[in-house]
């Protein structure tokens, strides 16, 4: 039973061994081939799946001894290929397989359109690989690559696929070593070394390849020993590498901190800077947002990683943030706060973190900002001052009121009675006023309580001892109970205040979709929006550098202008937004800071869609000019060589035509010329017209009429093609030229593909039909059918591509221009061409252009 389940169990996955170069020529391929060699000498059963040797000898070398799988050859475009045959090395089952250049494309219609997915399938098959690849074929790193060299890397590989691998083995060489080395001929070939060195191989192109190989490396050794550690639970930091977190409150304190971090980071080899803001997960935030911006851009400036976490004890997150990035030091800032602050409110977060730090270096940095905050805790900080003023004044008139009433009711009320309607009144006024009032008239309560009702009355000496337990119980609760009011108090007010927020940023993102949905500028939509939400008399945008108003939102009806307030507010570096109305506090001013931003990205979309409308004609005029300029050696071909051997016949004089044949050669002459002259007719025309010289002339046509002329410029005027109720379709609006052009063409398309003695179709019918009494059809749809294989659905863009010639291998009949050329003529005249599936087998192309007004036509 053992044996079946063996034999029946899904073979292990193999292991895949990656040599990765920092540049070609550093020698991946010869260090696989040693390792290879080195396993083989072991016992293991070693064969090589693919190699490129590139001709250099010393790598051939390396293959001696080595048993090769033969490659499969495969035929695209008249060309003979060779490329790894999977099954060979799978039905093979050696121990190991060689694969050479991972990122590699394959062969167009193999089963795998590149090279590691061979590989993945082999090592699902169970087969241990060993492989190649170079540092710039890593998907991640392609366009740093081009940015770095100035050459684009078409072939690539998804970098899990090689971080997925069992090992991964740096083939690296200083950038002097290796230009020698090419220039001893040991890389490229003689003429291809000079060109290199100028260019992909320059000192400084390869040092930057080097040092990126070197660090993506580093990165898969770092997430390695993370899960190592993950594996085993160690918790403990292990200083491999120094990583400096600096924690950012929002405060004006915040750049200085940053930039010392920068410099202890800095003075280690490949040190890390990270920055991390702890937001509390109520959702509460003191934090600007303007400012963490501010303090985010200037991390990422210094090369630095910004990061935001949530947590309700900052010490805590901060510490769980800098043990879980495996940080060696933590920057902090010295508090704010000033000394009486910290003797009533106790440690801060610095001494806290510092104490529960363990094996993390904890630096506190002075700055500018070190205790100048308040003498006191700010109690009441989110009242207004009219507010707090009438909470000072009700904490001294409060007490004092209620001990007249009490007083009247002495002889009804006891002591508990009088001393819960005191601390009533104190909550009263610690939710008008905030704690630092309740305080106030807390003490002046305790004084009242005892003077007045505590025995011996009118004396501040109290008789009982329960008494003065009282007393103290009542100062304490009143003090506890107004502060705890006082901060659900000021909790309710953030909470609404954050919705208010919310509600108004998401009305805003809502604002910005819309107008995109509709292609419209969102500018005016949030001028107005911004207007509304602060209440302001009218919100302006203007240029700072010419002072023009862009744009403007006024609030309708008179305005009283008197002691109004004005608002300025930066949107990018180039505008400037100015609020005018009333005063806005701190907080809504942070607010704007995210109305600006969203008015900043609609200004540059509004500056990219102008600029994408200008491109978009020249854009489409090159592409056309570029098709046509291209087609000049397709579409003239045939009639200049006609026309050269007619005449060079004629003028042989070692034979003697006879009268029947000298016409016959004239004749076919002139044809030539004639279609040699239309055609470079049309090709200037077309330039004049990309060129913007010229104009298209649309005017009504009749399909009966154009396509004879059509049939007549084709190779073959013999050819099967058969018309079906042209006569009853309406006419259409083109260019004639040019719609006989796009005719030629894709007739003689669909004849180069059609069945043997098969006629192409070409029918035409009104789009929308038209009704009796109805609307006339919008447009003309044209049908070209054939009866050949068909086109793949997955290959029906691609044969409007230049040079694309799908299931042609005749270079003599062109070079795949026709297709690409007729959807450039027929959408230049407003029209498409489509492709669609012919009824029983075959292609149609579909020619829809716009249909000519009625009035035109009569």
């Not at 029906?796 to 230049?802: Q, S, T």
Request: net charge negative; proline share 5%; glycine share 8%.
């Amino acid at each position: 039973m053992a044996r079946d389940l063996a034999a029946t169990a899904p073979p292990r996955r193999g292991r895949l061994r990656v040599y990765l170069g920092s540049a070609p020529g550093v020698g991946k391929t010869y260090r696989m081939l040693d390792e290879a060699r080195r396993r083989q000498d072991r016992g293991a059963d070693v064969v090589v799946g693919y190699i490129e040797c590139h001709g250099r000898k010393h790598t051939e070398a390396m293959l001696d001894g080595l048993e090769v799988v033969p490659r499969l050859h495969r035929d695209y475009r008249g060309t003979d290929f060779t490329e790894m045959d999977i099954d060979a090395v799978v039905a093979r089952r050696p121990d190991v397989v060689l694969v050479d250049e991972l990122a590699h494309s394959n062969i167009p219609g193999g089963r795998h359109a590149k090279r590691w997915q061979d590989v993945e399938e082999l090592l699902a098959a169970g087969l241990d690989v060993i492989t190649t690849v170079n540092i710039q074929h890593l998907e991640s790193l392609n366009d740093v690559v081009q940015k770095i060299t100035g050459t684009p890397q078409r072939e690539t590989v998804p970098d899990e696929v090689v971080r997925r691998a069992d090992q991964i083995e740096l083939v690296d060489m200083a950038p002097q070593a290796l230009r020698r080395r090419m220039a001893h001929g040991n890389v490229y070939k003689a003429e291809k070394v000079d060109a290199a060195l100028t260019n992909y191989f320059r000192v400084g192109n390869l040092t930057a390849l080097r040092e990126l190989a070197l660090l993506w490396v580093a990165g898969r050794v770092d997430e390695g020993l993370r899960d190592y550690r993950a594996e085993h639970n160690i918790d403990r930091v292990w200083e491999t590498r120094e990583r400096v977190v600096v924690a950012l409150t929002g405060g004006p304190e915040g750049e200085t901190l940053i930039r010392r971090a920068a410099r202890i980071a800095d003075r280690t080899a490949a040190g890390q800077l990270l920055a991390v803001h702890v937001t509390r997960s109520d959702g509460l935030a003191g934090a600007s947002p303007a400012a963490l911006a501010n303090q985010r851009r200037l991390v990422e400036t210094l090369g630095g990683s910004y990061h935001v976490v949530v947590g309700d004890h900052i010490p805590t997150a901060l510490l769980g943030f800098a043990r879980a990035n495996d940080a060696t030091q933590l920057v902090l800032g010295t508090s704010r706060r000033g000394r009486t602050a910290r003797f009533l409110t106790g440690p801060g977060i610095g001494e806290t973190t510092v104490d529960a730090s363990e094996d993390i270096d904890v630096h506190m940095v002075t700055h500018e900002f070190t205790g100048r905050g308040r003498l006191l805790p700010s109690l009441g900080r989110r009242h207004s001052r009219g507010r707090t003023v009438a909470g000072f004044a009700s904490g001294l008139a409060l007490p004092f009121g209620l001990t007249g009433a009490l007083s009247q009711l002495h002889h009804t009320l006891n002591l508990t009675t009088d001393a819960l309607l005191f601390q009533l009144g104190v909550v009263a006024v610690a939710l008008l006023g905030g704690a630092a009032s309740a305080l106030v008239a807390s003490l002046i309560a305790s004084l009242l309580l005892n003077y007045y009702f505590i025995p011996p009355v009118h004396t501040f000496t109290i008789g009982e001892t329960n008494n003065v337990i009282a007393l103290m119980v009542f100062a304490a609760v009143a003090l506890t109970v107004s502060t705890v009011v006082d901060r659900a108090a000021r909790q309710t007010q953030r909470a609404a205040s954050a919705t208010a927020e919310a509600e108004s940023l998401s009305t805003l993102a809502g604002t910005v979709l819309r107008s995109r949905e509709t292609d419209a500028s969102a500018i005016p939509n949030l001028l107005d929006h911004s207007r509304n939400t602060f209440g302001l008399d009218s919100v302006a945008l203007l240029s700072r550098e010419t002072g023009d108003v862009l744009a403007r939102s006024d609030a309708s009806g008179p305005r009283d202008t008197h002691g109004t307030d004005t608002t300025e507010v930066p949107v990018g570096t180039d505008e400037l937004l100015i609020l005018t109305g009333r005063r806005l506090p701190a907080d809504q001013q942070r607010m704007l800071t995210a109305f600006a931003a969203h008015v900043a990205a609609a200004l540059e979309r509004d500056r990219l869609a102008a600029v994408a409308a200008e491109v978009e004609p020249i854009k489409a005029a090159d592409k056309m000019r570029t098709a046509l300029l291209a087609a000049v050696s397709h579409d003239l071909r045939t009639p200049l060589a006609a026309a050269l051997a007619s005449v060079g016949s004629l003028r042989s004089p070692d034979v003697e035509f006879s009268p029947e044949d000298v016409a016959e050669l004239l004749a076919t002459a002139d044809e030539s010329l004639v279609k040699l002259t239309r055609l470079v007719d049309n090709l200037l025309d077309m330039s004049r017209l990309q060129a913007g010289a010229l104009t298209l002339h649309l005017a009504p046509v009749h399909l009966e009429e154009v396509l004879p002329r059509a049939l007549d410029s084709l190779q073959d005027p013999d050819a099967p093609v058969q018309p079906l109720g042209l006569e009853t379709a309406p006419a259409l609006l083109a260019d004639p030229p040019l719609l006989e052009r796009v005719l030629a063409n894709v007739i003689t398309n669909a004849l180069r593909h059609n069945a043997p003695g098969a006629p192409v179709l070409v029918s035409a019918s009104a789009y929308p039909s038209p009704e009796p009494g109805g609307r006339p059809a919008e447009q003309v749809q044209i049908r070209i059918a054939d009866r050949g294989p068909g086109i793949p659905p997955a290959e029906r863009d691609r044969v409007f591509l230049p040079f694309q010639r799908l299931g042609d291998t005749d270079n003599t009949t062109g070079v795949g221009l026709g297709l690409a050329l007729s959807r450039g003529l027929a959408e230049a005249m407003g029209g498409t061409l489509e492709v669609e599936d012919t009824p029983g087998g075959g292609t149609t192309m579909l020619l829809t252009l716009p249909a000519a007004p009625q009035e035109e036509v009569s």
